[in-house]
């Protein structure tokens, strides 16, 4: 007989509450984040650099700028490689540990057992997001106190915050979605990585037009996040979507790869 969605969900969060990866990289995405939008105000302070070298102190008047200020708030965004693993290493597993045969005996409708996952990591996205933020905002607030900077308002604070709870909801439901796909777990994690860490930030660079296009550039304009980087090392306006344009890429990216990754899992021998 068939498990209900609630029982499926339950066991669901069972098998990921135990599983010690899942909370080493949640704690890792807030970190990381956080060191990110730290660094980021440190090397922008008035002189810092300067300071560094032993040479003279030159102001630079980048924490005044508040697209800067909504760009460190936006390293919230950088948690989303954490929660697209989790989302793999979620699915592979049973592959790799071979609990996918029991998984499907409990119940045997196999596209129910991949919304299972993604609904689950679908809010395993939002409090990470959640717990991103605040840890960010605080990380950045304690930073900026040496320094003059542009005001933290509300409602830069709650562009990031919508943009970044939907793009992290969506990059757990891809996690799951390419986990379904490619089922070794060594080569979907690679393949993750090398996508996001390399292919995606080199397209962007060299072909900014192509690169709007693509998951991180819509998660960027998803949190209204309107600076990118040149190879200079400069930030500049970036070409983007509009926040809406983001999010309904990011959609249509989980959506295709949730499509595929389902009719893939239902034709897949697993024995």
Same mark, same amino acid.
């Given at each position: 007989m068939s498990a209900g969605v609630g029982t499926m969900l339950a066991t669901e969060w069972r098998k990921t509450a135990t599983t010690k990866l899942a909370w080493v990289l949640a704690i890792i995405a807030i970190g990381y984040s956080s060191l990110q939008a730290g660094m980021l105000v440190?090397?922008?302070a008035p002189g810092i650099l300067d300071r560094l070298a032993g040479t003279a102190t030159t102001p630079t008047g980048m924490l005044t700028n508040p697209d800067y200020l909504t760009s460190t708030l936006g390293q919230v965004s950088t948690a989303s490689t954490f929660v697209l693993l989790m989302g793999i290493v979620a699915m592979t597993?049973?592959?790799?540990h071979?609990?996918?045969?029991?998984?499907?005996?409990?119940?045997?409708?196999r596209s129910r057992v991949l919304v299972a996952k993604m609904l689950l990591f679908a809010a395993i996205g939002v409090a990470v997001a959640v717990l991103t933020m605040i840890a960010v905002t605080i990380t950045l607030m304690v930073a900026l106190i040496p320094f003059d900077h542009a005001p933290l308002t509300a409602? +830069? $604070?709650l562009s990031v915050l919508l943009g970044s709870v939907i793009g992290l909801v969506l990059y757990a439901v891809l996690g799951v979605s390419i986990g379904a796909l490619i089922p070794n777990q060594v080569a979907a994690i690679v393949t993750a990585l090398l996508w996001m860490l390399l292919?995606?930030?080199l397209i962007g660079l060299t072909f900014?037009?192509?690169? +709007? $296009?693509?998951?991180g550039d819509a998660l960027k304009a998803a949190m209204d996040v309107g600076l990118r980087s040149e190879f200079s090392g400069q930030l500049v306006s970036a070409d983007t979507l509009?926040?809406?344009?983001?999010i309904l890429l990011l959609i249509g990216y989980a959506a295709v790869?949730?499509?595929?990754a389902s009719r893939t899992t239902l034709s897949r021998d697993i024995t």
């Open positions: 440190l090397l922008a597993g049973e592959y790799r071979m609990t996918i045969t029991s998984t499907y005996l409990a119940s045997p409708r409602d +830069m $604070w292919l995606e930030p900014p037009k192509v690169g +709007m $296009w693509l998951p509009p926040v809406w344009g983001g790869f949730g499509a595929i």
